[in-house]
């Protein structure tokens, strides 16, 4: 008996070991992961940058302060060649190796800096201009050979920064590695979720509390329920078909945009909403009903007063899974043509738009190796909004929980 009491304790504690093995093998990996990304995302924040001191008299741009502060101010930009004019301060600034140093969009810079500040026309003023992905490369030691040497020139000259880049934040898709944003996307995906989310959540709730309240139980709610649970499973490839069939091919709704894409994925997301949203209700006691009933209330009080407040913490448990699911959703938004090149923010649900994974998507194709660092700097985007929206539902399921 003393042998096998042994065996037992000994059984329980490998069985302990095991366990505890298992989770530090885990927590490793999730540490390897996030060190991992934010080591290689962290650079995407940031951009390189060639300090230029612009002589603007000198420049003689043939436009004034005033002209500048008028109702064609527009027309009086679009009358000056930027870009040359930036290539001609780079070159009287540090020779030939200046406009070579210079993204293709580095002139954006001198137009918004003239749009906010006229005055500067009349004075000698330095900006930062973004270097090109050549030259950035050439700050990590990589790169070819002459772009190399154009940064060790430079940066013996004090010209070259590296500064936290506001515009990766503000700004959509361009181009120019150095001169994209993550604002459109993100902003795409934040209403294609609140779609989403309004569509699928009430739907699914009302559809559980139908399904195991009132719905009889025959062959009929069988079959709707096998259909529901294999809809959890099907692959989310061909919920894009279904939207592309839908929505865009029978209603002919705009192609692109959040709208398309929040029913799309609704349509995704709805079934894990209802299976989670059934066992949460059966899992309400039968005597919290029966206590309900005996001291005067309706049926449907019952639901929505007593057995819905209840339930609820396991039905958000739920909707937290089915949107973090939908969020990073690649293959069912690219069929509806959400992965289209969109330069502007939408403006609402039914403008052109991306999402965050569709974006990630796209600059992880382009041959520049100047998205590699935005590629990682979007993921990382995309985990703190995944992060924040099921803070966001974690939050209200505790709450809702302390009720119980």
């Known amino acids: ?76 930009l679009r009358s000056v060649d930027l870009e040359r004019t930036t290539a001609r301060a780079a070159q009287a600034a540090f020779g030939r190796s200046g406009p070579l140093a210079l993204s293709e969009s580095g002139w954006l810079i001198v137009r918004d800096a003239l749009v906010d500040d006229p005055t500067i026309l009349t004075r000698r003023e330095t900006l930062s201009i973004p270097a090109s992905a050549a030259i950035a490369l050439a700050e990590n030691g990589e790169g070819d050979a002459r772009a190399q040497a154009i940064y060790a020139e430079l940066d013996a000259k004090g010209a070259m920064s590296r500064d936290f880049n506001g515009q990766f934040l503000s700004d959509s898709d ?36 139908y399904l195991e309240e009132y719905a009889a139980k ?21 919920f894009g078909l279904l939207g592309l069939a839908v929505f865009l091919n029978t209603f002919h709704m705009p192609r692109s945009a959040p709208i398309v894409g929040g ?18 209700i059966k899992s309400v006691p039968p005597s919290i009903r029966d206590a309900a009933l005996g001291i005067g209330a309706s049926p449907i009080q019952v639901v929505f007063h007593h057995v819905l407040p209840l339930a609820l913490p396991g039905i958000l448990t739920g909707t937290i899974i089915g949107m973090a699911r939908a969020l990073g959703e690649t293959a069912p938004l690219l069929m509806i043509g959400m992965r289209a090149f969109i330069a502007t923010p939408p403006g609402g649900v039914v403008d052109p738009a991306t ?25 990382l985007v995309l985990l703190a909004f995944l992060l924040l929206m099921n803070g966001v539902a974690i939050y209200l399921r505790n709450r809702f929980e302390t009720r119980w």
Do not use: C, H
């Open 355 to 379: 999402v965050l994974p569709v974006q990630i998507f796209l600059w992880s194709d382009e041959i520049s190796r100047g998205f590699v660092e935005k590629t990682s700097a979007a993921i």
């Open 174 to 209: 361009a181009t120019d590695p150095t001169q994209v944003g993550i604002w459109g996307a993100l902003k795409g995906s934040m209403l294609t979720m609140l779609i989403t989310l309004l569509i699928a959540f009430p739907v699914g709730v009302l559809s559980a509390i």
């Open 218 to 238: 025959n062959r009929w709610t069988d079959l709707i329920e096998v259909s529901i649970n294999n809809l959890a499973a099907v692959p989310s490839i061909i």
């Open 1 to 76: 008996m003393s042998r096998r009491l042994r065996g037992r304790y000994a059984a329980e504690r490998r069985f302990k070991a095991l366990g505890l093995g298992a989770i530090l093998l885990s927590g490793g990996f999730l540490v390897f992961l996030l060190v991992t990304m934010i080591a290689n995302g962290a650079r995407g924040f940031t951009r390189t940058e060639v300090a230029i001191p612009f002589d603007f008299p000198a420049l003689a741009l043939g436009i004034t302060p005033s002209q500048l502060q008028g109702r064609d101010a527009q027309a009086a």
């Open 263 to 280: 029913l799309t994925l609704a349509l995704m997301t709805m079934p894990v909403i209802v299976i989670a949203g059934r066992n949460a």
